[in-house]
């Protein structure tokens, strides 16, 4: 992993992660990094990181996001959206009603999933689901701290490997095809 404070003329290596899924940052000190199955933070740059507690029964990570010091927010595998607000010592179980059943969220190591709170209350959650040889894009957007969602599909593709983005404001989704070499960007709208 690297950081710049030239607005990324020059890069410094600070930390070798290994394989890393997602990213989050409050700022250029403070953040969250995740692999499968390990989620740490960093409170020096990414220098050195501390391991922090996965909530019970996730058995792998899908998304993260950090929106506060004490205020985090972690999608697994199963669709279930985990918040913390405390650094991570407890969770809280949100799920958010993904139809899965004949679906998966795909699990490599590019983000097949990502998401962000503004607030407490508002979020926005965009994960690929796969099945078979159809899969598409679904977002859900919560009001009420991902107690209720509202879904939406935003892109169908047969394809598999694709990689999502968030904006940080939540209303920028960037879908990259890994086979085509494309790029399809959403703007939400109200």
């Not at 179980?93 to 983000?111: C, E, N, W």
């Not at 701290?145 to 394809?159: A, H, N, R, Y």
Request: aromatic residues 6%; proline residues 3%; hydrophobic residues 35%.
């Amino acid at each position: 992993m690297g950081v710049s404070t030239d607005g990324g003329q020059t890069w410094q290596a600070v930390a070798d992660y290994g394989n890393c899924r997602a990213m989050s940052f409050l700022d250029a000190q403070s953040g969250w990094i995740a692999t499968a199955d390990r989620l740490s933070r960093t409170q020096d740059g990414g220098k050195t990181w501390e391991d922090v507690p996965l909530p019970e029964d996730v058995s792998e990570i899908a998304a993260i996001s950090l929106r506060t010091e004490e205020e985090g927010y972690l999608l697994d595998d199963a669709g279930v959206l985990h918040v913390t607000r405390n650094g991570g010592e407890t969770w809280t179980a949100h799920p958010v009603g993904f139809d899965l059943q004949a679906k998966t969220i795909p699990s490599r190591p590019t983000a097949s999933a990502a998401l962000r709170f503004t607030d407490a209350d508002h979020g926005v959650i965009a994960v690929h689901l796969t099945g078979g040889l159809q899969g598409g894009v679904v977002v859900a957007r919560t009001a009420d701290g991902g107690q209720t969602w509202e879904q939406t599909t935003v892109f169908e593709t047969e394809l598999p490997l694709i990689t999502l983005y968030l904006s940080r404001d939540g209303s920028t989704l960037t879908i990259t095809d890994e086979l085509d070499a494309s790029i399809t960007v959403l703007q939400y709208a109200e």
